[in-house]
């Protein structure tokens, strides 16, 4: 197992209270393998992913274990984590796009960033060239600044700058909600090869659009309000999901082929709860059409078959 998270507790200070976003999270990654995690907006996906990497000022480690190669990683200390970051564990940040220093040539850039790894800038050059070459960018635009570069080149190019120390876990946030549907596709490609080419082990893709995890991921994950719904291999998440939520989520997502006249799109009815102080029981059951008085008890996140884990009383 490359990447096993354990009861991870994060929360967010604000003037009201903490925002339990994540909130006892447990689950594995294995070695070569895609996750992709999906969710609605707000649900905990991009807490998870940077907590993993970097905390956040705002946010506080409550509790929890991580463990990358069977190695803790001090997720709670940022200091500590600079141990980690780039080397063992990396991010494809939200909004990669603006994430490159506009101020810094794209070459001094990377130097800066493998020297603060202790490493030497001109050996890994050859390596960078390869790989600029294979992302289909010339090495000319290591003298460029940002601005100088498309959206999907600057994408590519934070693809490369993230993954040059070849970390094993890449986590990559969000990282075609920007772009057309044609750069989309040459980006989930080039994670696919990432990973095959050995760059990195294994990988986290967070995104809402679960049609791009069709096409890249092993597995999905499907989180709800701060916790886990669903995980299993991703044919089956698509073709026989077994929670309510995941079932709503697959269900709402439109069809190729299919017109509106034919078929209209179902949303899902209500909204999450509101994770100041979220419902006892499953967080889903105001919404769901199968909820019972069991649901006041919180389901345990469990295996239904093998490499298929549910939370929920209907499907454990």
């Known amino acids: 197992m490359s990447l096993q998270v354990t009861n991870l507790r994060v929360y967010y200070r604000t003037l009201a209270g903490d925002v339990r976003a994540l909130d ?77 220093n506009p101020t810094r040539k794209i070459g001094r ?82 994670l696919v090869s990432f990973r095959d080419h050995g760059f990195v082990k294994s990988m986290i893709v967070i995104t809402h659009d679960v049609s791009i ?26 073709s026989a999901p077994r929670h309510p939520y995941t079932r709503l989520l697959i269900s709402s997502l439109p069809e190729v082929g299919v017109r509106y006249a034919e078929r209209r799109l179902a949303g899902i009815a209500g909204s999450p709860p509101l994770l100041l102080d979220p419902p006892a029981g499953c967080r889903f059951r105001d919404r769901c059409p199968v909820a019972s008085e069991q649901c006041l008890q919180e389901p345990p996140f469990v295996e239904i078959e093998a490499g298929h884990f549910a939370a929920c009383w209907k499907v454990a």
């Open 213 to 238: 995890l069709y096409q890249i991921a092993d597995t999905i994950t499907v989180m709800y309000a701060g916790k886990l719904a669903e995980k299993a291999p991703t044919e089956s998440i698509i």
């Open 24 to 100: 006892g999270v447990t689950f594995g990654v294995a070695d070569g393998e895609i996750m992709g995690l999906a969710g609605e907006s707000g649900c905990g996906k991009s807490t998870l992913g940077n907590s993993l990497v970097r905390f956040d000022p705002r946010m506080r480690y409550i509790e929890g274990r991580v463990e990358l190669e069977g190695l803790e990683l001090p997720i709670w200390d940022n200091a500590a984590m600079n141990d980690f970051r780039f080397k063992e564990v990396s991010i494809v940040p939200q909004y990669a796009m603006s994430a490159l």
């Open 109 to 190: 850039m990377t130097a800066e960033l493998v020297a603060a790894r202790g490493i030497p800038p001109e050996t890994i050059v050859p390596e960078l060239e390869r790989r600029l070459d294979l992302v289909g960018l010339s090495r000319d635009v290591l003298d460029r600044y940002p601005i100088e570069l498309s959206g999907g080149m600057k994408q590519r190019m934070v693809m490369v700058l993230s993954t040059i120390l070849n970390p094993s876990l890449l986590i990559a946030d969000e990282i075609t909600s920007a772009l057309d549907v044609s750069t989309q596709k040459a980006v989930a490609e080039m």
